[in-house]
Nanobody, 114 residues
Framework: QVQLVESGGGLVQPGRSLRLSCAASGSIFSFLVGWYRQAPGKQRELVAAITTSGTTNYAASVKGRFTISRDNAKNTVYLQMNSLNPEDTALYSC?????????WGQGTQVTVSS
């Protein structure tokens, strides 16, 4: 059973940056990993995803501002978030998927406010 732990969230002013980390308890080399977010009163949405080969895709709302990357040696996936705005405020969670396996972390809160 793979366990995921997110970190790096916090309170940040508009225009600033944060880097989120999703650390796995075991190897996620073969897993598709995605970062999701859910704001109060809204549905959870996929923010960014990265395949085992490093191919990435992004939600239109974050393209050009967010970058997802993975370090398989450290069993960690990152989400670099630049030019943050209040609309990015949400609970950010990572998901690792392989075949029928789907693992979620507990999430890390990101609040963008002046």
């Amino acid at each position: 059973q793979v366990q995921l732990v997110e970190s790096g969230g916090g309170l940040v002013q508009p225009g600033r940056s944060l880097r989120l980390s999703c650390a796995a308890s075991g190897s996620i080399f073969s897993f598709l990993v995605g970062w999701y977010r859910q704001a109060p009163g809204k549905q959870r949405e996929l923010v960014a995803a990265i395949t085992t080969s490093g191919t990435t895709n992004y939600a239109a709302s974050v393209k050009g501002r967010f970058t997802i990357s993975r370090d398989n040696a450290k069993n960690t996936v990152y989400l670099q978030m630049n030019s943050l705005n209040p609309e990015d405020t949400a609970l950010y969670s990572c998901n690792a998927r392989f075949g029928l396996q789907s693992h979620w972390g507990q999430g890390t809160q990101v609040t963008v406010s002046s």
